[in-house]
């Protein structure tokens, strides 16, 4: 996030002390002290200069400004939004305050603050560049995707060779899937800077989304010949070969990305795929143990519930929601059977051989969107969060109004620590309709 603090530079000149009497002019001369030292990057000079002349002046907002710059490059970013807060006080119509308030709250991942501050700072000064783009890195960051697309789109107006912002706005349309439009700023990124090789890699990457497996492998060459210890490339690389049915050219690259990345468990299943392929079953075999069972989701790791929403908070709220057991028409594949089988069981305290008939009733109704939620809600009951939230998932592709299935997701995201991802779930259940939801969210999300 290089360019999320503005050149300082520019900030700091932008704003200046107007003496009225000889002790404003020590004040001025502290407050020049500091300027001349921040252009030298002597930060810690520069908050002592800084320092001295608000001690002389307390009622002069660059010099609080100036010493939150000063703070914010040494890192204290807490202190710089003090000083950030009093110089707004005392102005509130300075739009670069605003604008690396939010950068210092961004870099404390408040980014719901940021963007108050960003959109403040735009609404002060609509042509800066810079603060379209800080809005746009804070609203991916809490998976803004679209708004944050527009913002890259308006600094790309305003700033057009600006190649992070190109880049940036690139990883966003790979966030919403649409490749053609990365691979085109990927393009730009690397028309105004040929040796970055984040735009090589993010390119190929789109590239094997699109299926242009050849080209693919060229802009991961690329990458790696700039940067030979990227693991996603030498990955994305043997992916594109194994596409290509070069098996034997994939392998060394997935050796490369295990040994970059050790967990890197879909590397191994790459790598056993192509040793499979090329007659090694034995170590085919051993390749897909190694894949299964590396950081398995489903594997019994200990839940850790580090949310303020405790496991027991979670079984009370999650338990109020009513099944949709409705009777439906008996397909010729009985899946309905099963399902309601499924439910009698749980309700008759077996859970297991509830999970069982309505993994048959999936298995023969692959769209059955209940079956899915009610084998989650069983899930997690039984404490397999992870499993709950996998199948609430499929649940919501299958239908994407079922505003239960959102409520219950957002409480068990909450009560394993994703706070924000359970509350815009919980947020997404009452706009459907589930009323509930507004309750928990009073509760826990404010």
Known sequence: MKRHILPLVTLLLCTSLIPSATAQQTAADHFESGITKSKANDFTGALQAFSMAINMNPENSPSYYNRGLAKANLKDHRGAILDYDKAIDLNGKDALAYLSRGVSKSRQDDHRGALLDYSRSI???????????????????????????????????????????????AVTKQKLEDYAGSV?????????????????????????????????????????????????????????????????????????AIAIKGDNYRAYYGRGFCRSKLGDQKGAVQDFNQAIDINNV?????????????????????NVVQDRNKINELGSERAEAYFSRGISKNKQGEPKAAIVDLNRAIELSPAYAEAYFSRGMIKSAQGDQKGAVMDCNNAIKLNPRYGEVYYVRGLIKHSLGDENGGCLDLSKAGELGYNPAYKVISDYCN
């Open 184 to 256: 085109a700023d990927f393009t730009k990124v690397v028309d105004i800077t040929p040796k970055r090789p984040q735009a090589y890699a993010g390119r190929g990457i789109s590239k094997v989304e699109l299926n242009e497996f050849s080209g693919a492998i060229i802009d991961l060459s690329k990458a790696i010949e700039l940067s030979p210890e990227d693991g996603e490339s030498y990955f994305y690389r043997a992916y594109a070969k194994g596409k290509l049915d070069d098996y034997k050219s994939a392998l060394p690259d997935y050796d490369h």
């Open 298 to 318: 489903n594997t019994d790791a200990k839940v850790v519930y580090n949310g303020r929403m405790t496991h027991a908070i979670l079984d009370n709220l999650r």
């Open 123 to 169: 609404e002060l000064n609509p042509d800066d560049s810079q603060a379209y783009y800080s809005r746009g890195v804070s609203r991916s960051r809490i998976d803004q995707y679209r708004g944050a697309l527009t913002d890259f789109s308006k600094s790309i107006e305003l700033e057009p060779t600006n190649a992070q912002t190109y880049y940036m706005r």
